[in-house]
T-cell receptor
Framework: ETGVTQTPRHLVMGMTNKKSLKCEQH?????MYWYKQSAKKPLELMFV???????ENNSVPSRFSPECPNSSHLFLHLHTLQPEDSALYLC?????????????FGPGTRLTVL | AQTVTQSQPEMSVQEAETVTLSCTYD???????LFWYKQPPSRQMILVIR??????QNATENRFSVNFQKAAKSFSLKISDSQLGDAAMYFC?????????????????FGKGTHLIIQP
């Protein structure tokens, strides 16, 4: 596996379910990101981790809970979601948080909340 | 907060021709970074080109070049000799200056994207 991988690629869940999205990067990067991509809206930054510490939480509802156990893995734990949370969730990584660094994106998890 | 505007939801161009995608942004910062990312259908988003605001020279990457107008806060992408593989969503993105000291906003601020269609 190379680059940034995400599992599952597709997820359908009910509003009372608990699920987790997984992201793994094989690039030796120190910073990882979660973005939300909704139809007809710009990508929205959700969380940033640098060296396994969360450095930003963009006022994301508490029903989204990130976890970064090491610099290669990033999780997004989901519980009691709403239908408006249906979107493509993208994970990205970069060498560090330096502003000019390219962010490498995963393929995304397409989430549908019923 | 910074905002990024892409006023063209969709553009169409004939194969081998040139197309320009527009992007404007709003910021009070004097130094920042601008990016164009490409998202092909069902494929991962990849970086096309990037520009540092303090550099006056426009960035180029093979068939891709930018027209960076700092005073006008404009950052357009020109694709020359368009190819079928260029068909994708193109996103313009802004990033604030270095944040390693703890200040500033992290991550990228994206526009809504432009869907580029290549006509064979």
């Amino acid at each position: 596996e190379t680059g940034v991988t995400q599992t599952p690629r597709h997820l359908v869940m009910g509003m009372t379910n608990k699920k987790s999205l997984k992201c793994e990067q094989h690039l030796g990067h120190n910073a990882m990101y979660w973005y939300k991509q909704s139809a007809k809206k710009p990508l929205e930054l959700m969380f940033v981790y640098s060296l396994e510490e969360r450095v930003e939480n963009n006022s994301v509802p508490s029903r989204f809970s990130p976890e970064c156990p090491n610099s290669s893995h990033l999780f997004l734990h989901l519980h009691t979601l709403q239908p408006e949370d249906s979107a493509l969730y993208l994970c990205a990584s970069s060498r560090d948080r330096g502003s000019y660094n390219e962010q490498f994106f995963g393929p995304g998890t397409r989430l549908t909340v019923l | 907060a910074q905002t990024v505007t892409q006023s063209q939801p969709e553009m169409s161009v004939q194969e081998a021709e040139t197309v320009t995608l527009s992007c404007t942004y709003d910021t009070s910062e004097s130094d920042y970074y601008l990016f164009w990312y490409k998202q092909p259908p069902s494929r991962q988003m990849i970086l096309v080109i990037r520009q540092e605001a303090y550099k006056q020279q426009n960035a180029t990457e093979n068939r891709f070049s930018v027209n960076f107008q700092k005073a006008a806060k404009s950052f357009s992408l020109k694709i020359s000799d368009s190819q079928l593989g260029d068909a994708a969503m193109y996103f313009c993105a802004y990033r604030s200056p270095l944040v390693l000291s703890g200040g500033g906003a992290d991550g990228l601020t994206f526009g809504k994207g432009t869907h580029l269609i290549i006509q064979p």
